[in-house]
Structure formats: structure tokens, C-alpha cells
């Protein structure tokens, strides 16, 4: 669920609960709160929260950030909803022209969505471009299914193969291009 009229930060003034602010009754357990998800994403990168997302990777729970950071970078922070940890720190780049990202794409875009939609059939909402922690290069896509169902799935830029899919089941903000 997409909740696009309230910031990150509006929300978390208001007080306004996971469940109220979402139907999560698919979604998987967290001991971690948004708030001390968020705190441990903003010590890693400091900055301004604009988007948090809440997804399960096999099943694990993880809430991903993404921050303005304060040099003018803008960054996806995951933070496990069990233990409070971040688990992966991406640096987003505003498109795929970006030298560091077409230095190492070799799949287009239109290769990398045509890929998506093969195996998971739906409505492309974004595409985002990230250097992984790693330094590769990667599509993330976020798509609705035909069920409604909303996913996020990631397709390595150099090789085409999709490397990481999961469900989400809360979305707040959103950064517009």
C-alpha cells in the first residue's frame, strides 16, 4: 500500500501506527520499531528520510530507507526488523546515464523490465538505479502484481538476472524525479 500525502516524518509526528497507517495483515512480524529502524538507518547515513519501505526478504522483515543524504547523495538504507541492524547500504543514482552506473550496465532497461514482467506479471510503477554495496549496478523495479499484490524486485545491470524479489507491505513517501 502506497501512502503518497504524508512525508516519512509527518507520519512519525502524528504518531501513526503501522497498522493504522496500512492493511499488514500479510506482512511479517518486526521486534524492531519504524522508529529505531530509522534512527540506525540516519547513524549510517545522515540525512533526511524521504521513503521507508516495509518488505520481507525470505522472511525476514526489513524496513528500507531511502535518505537524502546531506552531500547531496541519495542512499537505500535496510535496517532488519528483528534485530535493528543494517543489512545493505545502495547508493541510488537518478538514471541509468549516470557514468558510474553505465559504466557497468550491459542490460538496457527494456531488457531488465521485459525480464520482470516475464515472471512476475503486473504494472511497472518506478524503476530506480543503484550501485550496490558491492559496486555493481542494478534495476530495482516496483511493480504491482495482478493481485495487488505490491513487489520489489532487483535485476543485476550487467547480467540481466533478477537477484532479489520481495513483497512489500508498506510504502510511505515517495521521491519525486
Known sequence: MTIKPYSLLALLALGVSLPAAADMKKAPATKVSLQQCLATALSAKDGKALQVV????????????????????????????????????????MSADDPAFKAKAKVSEAQA????????????????????SDGKASYEFDLELKSGDEMRVEVDAETGAIVESSHEYLDIGRLSK
Not at 523490465?113 to 550496490?132: A, N
Open 54 to 93: 516495509l518488505k520481507s526478504e525470505g522472511k525476514e522483515p526489513v524496513w528500507e530507507f531511502e535518505i537524502a543524504a546531506k552531500d547531496g547523495k541519495y542512499w537505500d538504507v535496510e535496517c532488519s526488523g528483528k534485530t535493528s541492524k543494517v543489512v545493505e547500504i545502495e547508493e541510488r543514482v
Open 113 to 132: 523490465t521485459k525480464t520482470v514482467l516475464d515472471k512476475f506479471p503486473g504494472k511497472i510503477e518506478r524503476v530506480e538505479y543503484e550501485i550496490e
